[in-house]
């Protein structure tokens, strides 16, 4: 009998430890990025605020585990593309955005854990390029728009299932402060419109531990 708990005590040891979230592990996910603006700005031409459809791409993050409940993840994805436009007006533009994401992460639970939910908080730098009008806003006497690079804190909660040693799954939800400055011309006149896209970015993912 002895011998059968001796046994078991240590399969349970080595199961533990197969599914470690431990200190000095790297972790590589890859899956679905959705953003979804909750887009905000000032009264543009006298026809409300913009409106920013919801856009899908490839996400990608990349975390170091300091502690066993410590963790530093990036994120990145492929270019993030969305259209842009007035009520009154339909789609005017189309705009495309990058925003690495840099976290500090607290994990709960201990590290031998199937599940570890995490909390983080830290800071996003969105990059906008390839910003064009469409031929709806270039008939509305539109054009030379840019929007400016934004920086912002930005908050996330998310949990990684362990499936093995090596193999895991992920759900996470993320927000970020996003706050940009819209200019362009109309009709030839400058313009320059404070806008706010502060969108929450959902993502499911497979990752690989090593």
């Excluded at 603006?37 to 913009?50: A, T």
């Excluded at 994805?77 to 533009?93: E, Q």
Aim: hydrophobic share 40%.
């Amino acid at each position: 009998m002895k011998k059968i708990a001796a046994a078991l005590l240590a399969v349970s040891c080595f199961s533990s430890s197969v599914v470690a979230h431990e200190a000095g592990e790297f972790f590589f996910r890859v899956g679905s990025a959705t953003v979804r603006p909750n887009e905000s700005s000032n009264n543009v031409l006298g026809m409300g605020s913009f409106n920013v459809d919801n856009n899908t791409q490839p996400g990608f993050t990349f975390t170091y585990m300091a502690t066993d409940n410590i963790g530093v993840e990036l994120l990145a994805a492929t270019p993030f593309k969305h259209k842009v436009g007035l009520g009154p007006t339909g789609d005017l533009a189309t705009v495309h955005h990058l925003p690495p994401t840099l976290m500090a992460q607290w994990y709960f639970g201990d590290a031998g854990s199937t599940f570890r939910p995490y909390l983080g908080v830290g800071v996003n730098y969105t990059m906008f390029f390839d910003n064009k009008f469409n031929d709806t806003g270039k008939e509305s006497g539109l054009s030379d728009l840019s929007l400016k690079n934004s920086w912002g804190v930005a908050g996330q909660a998310g949990v990684d299932y362990l499936i093995d040693k090596n193999w895991l799954i992920n759900a996470s939800v993320w927000y970020m402060d996003i706050d940009t400055e819209v200019k362009f011309k109309a009709g030839g006149a400058r313009q320059s419109i404070s806008t706010q896209l502060d969108p929450w970015v959902f993502m499911f993912s497979a990752g690989y531990r090593f």
